[in-house]
């Protein structure tokens, strides 16, 4: 359980679980950087890419849907959101992420994972932004959840 910080409610969120959910984040992100460039003619040559690029973009979602949820939950006292779009304006609410990372891994079009899976089909140059972005948010989205710990927590986070 973590504690909360000075002067506020007592938040009431399972740290283990979150940190080994940042742990499977931190690493996806890794493979996301190991894949190296994502140039239409790969991704055309190479289907396997584009099917491991949104697979792992869709487990950083469902990742990041969980801490949330969580934290929703056990710091807002509410009932936590069914989707991810709604889960980042609840971390935010939270002070789990800022509100500028809350509406970067939400974008309008629908998750990451589901912008490359369209961009694959018609656009595959396009591919490339949309992991590239999604890796920085993601990358930033365990940053700043660690900090969230760390100031919300005595001792060390993973």
């Given amino acids: 359980m973590t ?5 506020a409610a007592p938040v009431t969120v ?16 890794v493979q996301l950087d190991s894949l ?9 040559n190479d289907p396997g890419t584009g099917l491991a690029l949104e697979r792992v973009l869709a487990l950083l979602n469902d990742l990041a849907l969980a801490v949330n949820r969580q ?3 056990g710091v ?3 009932v936590p959101p069914q989707t991810p779009a709604a889960s980042f304006g609840a971390a935010e609410r939270a002070g789990l992420i800022d509100a500028g990372l809350a509406a970067a891994l939400a974008p309008a079009d629908g998750p990451h994972h589901v912008l ?11 591919v490339a932004a949309v992991v590239s972005a999604a890796r920085s948010g993601y990358r930033e989205y365990v940053r700043q959840v660690t ?3 760390a ?5 060390p986070v993973v």
């Fill in 36 to 44: 190296g460039r994502l140039d239409g003619a790969r991704l055309e």
């Fill in 71 to 73: 934290v929703c939950a």
């Fill in 76 to 78: 807002l006292g509410e």
């Fill in 116 to 126: 490359v899976q369209l961009c694959l089909d018609a656009e595959p140059e396009e």
């Fill in 147 to 149: 900090d969230w710990i």
């Fill in 14 to 29: 399972d740290r283990a679980a979150i940190e080994h959910r940042l742990i499977t984040m931190r690493k996806s992100v």
């Fill in 151 to 155: 100031e919300s927590t005595p001792g």
């Fill in 3 to 7: 504690t909360s910080r000075a002067g």
